[in-house]
């Protein structure tokens, strides 16, 4: 179980300071599947990283009884490090056995021959590949995915994301941020849906009522109060915006 109470987090310094996230309540239970839609720079990232435990909240607090899989964006703390050392590290905290974690690894990304070389030396495709990888190999509660659930044109690794998501789907619970109604539509399935929207965090009973409400939003553009559609008005035709 994560638990969110009264959470708002503000980001940036002085006059840059910016309000992300204001009050958010939520629960997400274990093996749920949720999806999140938000309009980009709505603050999902953010969100993913406070579920993650990579950032903390300016206000309320995040009861977090569950381990989460390694987030997007974790490389560059561990840049410094080579895979084989990092992974030793990630296996402490997961407890899990290393050499198997080594042995997907090198299985689906071409780093067999660089375990020991630093990953602040590898090129971009490949560190987003091992960082990809990570996320799926470790045993957790909850897997979180930003957006995508694969990188790159490589079709065999894309193929291996695509097994081990349907695999760690049946085994825990999916967080994936999104804004593209495409995507939400195709991987939600039985998902609980959400709504990231100036601030806000809407909750609908399934994905399609989500995707309803945020087809209607306005831009960002409009600075007129906001007009949100309720979660028990998601879907009468009357209405909207």
Request: hydrophobic share 40%; charged share 20%; aromatic share 8%.
């Amino acid at each position: 179980m994560i638990t969110f109470n009264s959470v708002s987090k503000e980001v940036g310094k002085g006059r840059l300071k910016r309000l992300v996230l204001e009050d958010v309540n939520w629960s997400i239970s274990p093996r749920s599947q949720m999806l999140i839609l938000g309009q980009s720079g709505s603050g999902k990232s953010t969100l993913l990283q406070l579920l993650a435990g990579l950032t903390t909240p300016t206000h309320g607090w995040i009861d977090r009884r569950a381990t989460v899989s390694i987030p997007t964006g974790l490389l560059r703390y561990g840049a410094h490090d080579t895979p084989r050392k990092l992974i030793f590290r990630l296996s402490q905290i997961y407890n899990v056995d290393p050499n198997e974690i080594i042995a997907v690894t090198a299985l689906v990304t071409t780093i067999s021959q660089l375990l020991d070389v630093p990953i602040r030396s590898f090129r971009g495709a490949l560190r987003a590949q091992l960082s990809v990888t990570l996320t799926y190999a470790f045993p957790c509660d909850f897997y979180i995915f930003d957006g995508a659930l694969s990188v790159g044109r490589d079709q065999a690794f894309r193929s291996f994301c695509e097994s081990a998501f349907q695999i760690r789907k049946k085994q825990a619970g999916t967080i994936i941020a999104t804004s593209s109604v495409k995507t939400a539509r195709a991987l939600g399935g039985d998902a609980v849906g959400a709504v990231l929207f100036r601030n806000k965090l809407y909750v609908y009973p399934d994905v399609e009522h989500a995707v309803v409400a945020f087809e209607r939003l306005p831009t960002e553009k409009i600075l007129s109060p906001p007009l949100f559609i309720e979660p028990e008005k998601v879907l009468d035709a009357d209405d909207g915006f």
